[in-house]
T-cell receptor
Framework: AAGVIQSPRHLIKEKRETATLKCYPI?????VYWYQQGPGQDPQFLIS???????DKGSIPDRFSAQQFSDYHSELNMSSLELGDSALYFC?????????????FGQGTRLTVV | AQSVTQPDIHITVSEGASLELRCNYS??????LFWYVQSPGQGLQLLLK??????LVQGIKGFEAEFKRSQSSFNLRKPSVHWSDAAEYFC???????????FGTGTKLQVIP
């Protein structure tokens, strides 16, 4: 079965650079979520999109932005990177209009800022 | 706002012993509850989920969890732990639809021979 695809799997950037993380949801899923997991931390919700509209916003820095495109894939754009942005970034997708549905997580993108 | 508390940061058990990881949630309505497992540097694997119905749910790898509404708990259990179960376990709560899932702080399980 198709899963959530995240690219790249690993990314190394320097401070003050920009990074773009991509997420391809499971086919027919209409909702995408982004989470950030710092070292030794639990995943923290950043932002979500339902039918290409922002549906919820968590602790996402102003330096970050995200969107969901017409094909439902999503991109997380991160600018002016800081050392503290080094983390594992998870994307998840779900089919919101189906009862008793859960979010399926991708394998994550490990971002290292040096 | 929904929240999850996992009171145990670290747990050490002997291989073959039973395991119970605690999880308490806070949510206004009937929650959707999940347990995920994460090996170091890896993604999140769903162990089991509760949406409604039978309060005892079975998951993968021999895990089960029991939803107790009166105690706002969703504890994870396994009768006999294997060395390969060593990982971090996250309890999570959601509301379904397009609502986000909120994670607990995790419990790191160590298994000793």
């Amino acid at each position: 079965a198709a899963g959530v695809i995240q690219s790249p799997r690993h990314l190394i950037k320097e401070k003050r650079e920009t990074a773009t993380l991509k997420c391809y949801p499971i086919p027919r899923h209409d909702t995408v979520y982004w989470y950030q997991q710092g070292p030794g931390q639990d995943p923290q919700f950043l932002i979500s999109f339902y039918e290409k509209m922002q549906s919820d916003k968590g602790s996402i820095p102003d330096r970050f932005s995200a969107q969901q495109f017409s094909d439902y894939h999503s991109e997380l754009n991160m600018s002016s990177l800081e050392l503290g942005d080094s983390a594992l970034y998870f994307c998840a997708s779900s089919f919101a209009d189906r009862a008793h549905t859960e979010a399926f997580f991708g394998q994550g993108t490990r971002l290292t800022v040096v | 706002a929904q929240s999850v508390t996992q009171p145990d940061i670290h747990i050490t058990v002997s291989e073959g012993a039973s395991l119970e990881l605690r999880c308490n949630y806070s949510y206004g309505a009937t929650p959707y509850l999940f347990w995920y497992v994460q090996s170091p540097g890896q993604g999140l694997q769903l162990l089991l989920k509760y949406f409604s119905g039978d309060t005892l749910v079975q998951g993968i790898k021999g895990f089960e969890a029991e939803f107790k509404r009166s105690q706002s708990s969703f504890n994870l259990r396994k009768p006999s732990v294997h060395w390969s179960d060593a990982a971090e376990y996250f309890c999570a709560v959601g509301a379904g639809g397009y609502q986000k899932v909120t994670f607990g702080t995790g419990t790191k399980l160590q298994v000793i021979p």
